[in-house]
């Protein structure tokens, strides 16, 4: 379930047992253009956003920190699959 709460973006639930474990990289630094699909609300001190760059999909997570934010990235797969795993991430079942 999306939770809304006064917010224009959803949140992103506590995970549920038995969650699948995303990879957590460095970003590719390599990457000139890429593309915000969709993201979370801004409100939470993590911020995950759908991207795309380069005809793949992965997720880009943001961890909001004085002085200067941590950034992760997913590994990269077809856009669809992308979709697949951003949808289980705002459902609870990825983390």
Do not use: N
């Not at 699948?20 to 979370?40: E, F, K, M, Q, Y």
């Not at 956003?49 to 990235?73: D, K, Y």
């Amino acid at each position: 379930m999306i939770e809304l709460t006064g917010c224009l973006s959803p949140h992103v639930p506590t995970p549920q047992k038995g969650h699948t474990r995303l990879v957590w990289l460095t970003p590719d630094r390599g990457t000139a253009r890429l593309r915000v699909i969709t993201w979370t609300c801004y409100c939470r001190a993590t911020l995950y956003e759908l991207c795309q760059a380069g005809g793949q999909g992965f997720i880009r997570r943001t961890l909001q920190l004085e002085g200067s934010p941590a950034i992760h990235e997913t590994y990269r797969w077809p856009i669809r699959q992308a979709s697949d795993i951003w949808r289980a991430l705002l459902s609870g079942e990825a983390r």
